[in-house]
């Protein structure tokens, strides 16, 4: 069974530019997740989708960051514009379904974002 | 809401030593523990997860953890670490019926040494 797939794998932007990231989930997986790790720290919550309906987003910075999932399969995630604090590996993760928070979630490898 | 601490940042051993890496979570409503492990430029892989019936959970790697409610911990151990174990270890929680959204501690960095 393929993994979560992620590209690119690095990226590396001046601020005030735009980036977008890709997600491809596990087959089947309705539920879809973007986190962003910030070095030193754990994984933080973006963006949570149902199939293509957003489930939670509240930790999104919606004057910055939007994402979106066409047909609830892959995913973008996309900063414009970016800043230096936006330095931070992407990792989307997915699952079967969230039934309450009893599925695993398995991740991508991530993408790392420096922005200078 | 829920939340995680990780009590060590850094945990150096030497190969063939048992290993504890310690995590407390907070939470107004029951909770799933998770620990993930990272290595070095790769995504999180699951290493074992408590959802209700025994508090002794096992896991992949020969790693095992304990769920205490009383003391609110979710304590990783390993009766003998290898080399391969170095990596970043994340706790994590998730509210039951809270759609699955993880919260992780901020990671303990295992350092195994020959």
């Known amino acids: 069974e393929a993994g979560v797939a992620q590209s690119p794998r690095y990226k590396i932007i001046e601020k005030r530019q735009s980036v977008a990231f890709w997600c491809n989930p596990i087959?089947?997986?309705?539920?879809l997740y973007w986190y962003q790790q910030i070095l030193g720290q754990g994984p933080k919550l973006l963006i949570q989708f149902q199939n293509n309906g957003v489930v939670d987003d509240s930790q999104l910075p919606k004057d910055r960051f939007s994402a979106e999932r066409l047909k609830g399969v892959d995913s973008t995630l996309k900063i414009q514009p970016a800043k230096l604090e936006d330095s931070a590996v992407y990792l989307c993760?997915?699952?079967?379904?969230?039934?309450?928070?009893?599925?695993?979630?398995?991740f991508g490898q991530g993408t790392r974002l420096t922005v200078v | 809401a829920q939340s995680v601490t990780q009590l060590d940042s850094q945990v150096p051993v030497f190969e063939e030593a048992p290993v504890e890496l310690r995590c407390n979570y907070s939470?107004?409503?029951?909770?799933?523990l998770f620990w993930y492990v990272q290595y070095p430029n790769q995504g999180l892989q699951l290493l074992l997860k408590y959802l209700s019936g025994s508090t002794l959970v096992k896991g992949i790697n020969g790693f095992e953890a304990e769920f205490n409610k009383s003391q609110t911990s979710f304590h990783l151990r390993k009766p003998s670490v290898h080399i391969s174990d170095t990596a970043e270890y994340f706790c994590?929680?998730?509210?039951?019926?809270?759609?699955?959204?993880?919260?992780f501690g901020q990671g303990t960095e295992l350092s195994v040494k020959p």
């Open positions: 994590a929680v998730s509210g039951q019926n809270q759609g699955g959204k993880l919260i």
């Open positions: 993760a997915s699952s079967l379904r969230s039934l309450g928070g009893r599925t695993e979630a398995f």
């Open positions: 939470s107004s409503v029951s909770v799933y």
């Open positions: 087959s089947g997986h309705a539920t």
